[in-house]
């Protein structure tokens, strides 16, 4: 007996959402339609805009670079001591009150990258959670679990909405490190 491979796969996707172990990813489902890094003529991601905080270092850069397996942006951190830097989605994402949580999951590389001295200062997306008058709820990230590499490594958790959240911002950055980082296939999808 010959097993119909399409048969196959749709049986392997229902029985993994059923059972918990993994949640399948489709393009449908992400949320953040700016994910891909599309370029603007500046060579910065459309969508997105980049910035320090307080004392944050000016000549640090972003550009957004075309690949074979789509784009990614990279973050240029010239200093450890100034290196307070990120890369935000400029309109925050809208939720439903129907969704419990956000399966968030996005690829990164490092390269020359010293990390500042707390853990926090890891590199990662970080997501802050609004209610529906602007107050913030929530500030928290997704980071890749163990050391950083000059490979792509996905990053990926499940993050529980707060209650009463309307809307979430998007960000990347590190703090107090230096480097080059980069972020592709950024994918954010709602959960029941």
Same mark, same amino acid.
């Not at 000549?59 to 001591?81: A, C, H, P, Q, W």
């Not at 290196?83 to 390269?111: A, H």
């Not at 809307?167 to 950055?173: E, M, Y």
């Given at each position: 007996?010959?097993?119909?491979?399409?048969?196959?796969?749709?049986?392997?996707?229902?029985?993994?959402a059923v059972w918990g172990q993994?949640?399948?990813?489709?393009?449908?489902?992400?949320?953040?339609?700016?994910?891909?890094?599309?370029?603007?003529?500046?060579?910065?991601?459309?969508?997105?805009?980049?910035? #320090?905080? /307080?004392?944050?270092?000016?000549?640090?850069?972003?550009?957004? !670079?075309? %690949? @074979?397996?789509?784009?990614?942006?990279?973050?240029?951190?010239?200093?450890?001591?100034?290196?307070?830097?990120?890369?935000?989605?400029?309109?925050?994402?809208?939720?439903?009150?129907?969704?419990?949580?956000?399966?968030?999951?996005?690829?990164?590389?490092?390269?020359?990258?010293?990390?500042?001295?707390?853990?926090?200062?890891?590199?990662?997306?970080?997501?802050?959670?609004?209610?529906?008058?602007?107050?913030?709820?929530?500030?928290? #990230?997704? /980071?890749?679990?163990?050391?950083?590499?000059?490979?792509?490594? !996905?990053? %990926? @958790?499940?993050?529980?909405?707060?209650?009463?959240?309307?809307?979430?911002?998007?960000?990347?950055?590190?703090?107090?490190?230096?480097?080059?980082?980069?972020?592709?296939?950024?994918?954010?999808?709602?959960?029941?």
């Amino acid at each position: 007996m010959k097993l119909n491979p399409l048969l196959l796969s749709l049986t392997l996707i229902i029985t993994t959402a059923v059972w918990g172990q993994e949640v399948p990813k489709t393009v449908s489902q992400n949320i953040l339609f700016e994910g891909g890094f599309q370029e603007n003529s500046n060579g910065t991601p459309v969508g997105w805009t980049a910035g #320090g905080f /307080a004392g944050g270092d000016q000549s640090n850069t972003v550009k957004t !670079t075309e %690949e @074979r397996d789509g784009n990614y942006v990279s973050l240029f951190i010239k200093s450890l001591d100034k290196g307070m830097f990120n890369l935000n989605l400029v309109e925050p994402v809208q939720l439903k009150s129907t969704w419990k949580e956000l399966l968030c999951s996005y690829d990164i590389r490092v390269f020359n990258f010293v990390q500042g001295p707390q853990g926090h200062h890891k590199p990662r997306m970080h997501l802050t959670f609004f209610d529906a008058s602007g107050l913030e709820l929530i500030n928290t #990230g997704v /980071a890749v679990a163990g050391n950083l590499a000059d490979a792509w490594q !996905t990053a %990926e @958790r499940k993050v529980p909405i707060p209650a009463g959240a309307a809307s979430v911002k998007v960000w990347f950055g590190t703090f107090s490190s230096s480097g080059q980082l980069d972020f592709r296939n950024i994918y954010i999808a709602p959960l029941p």
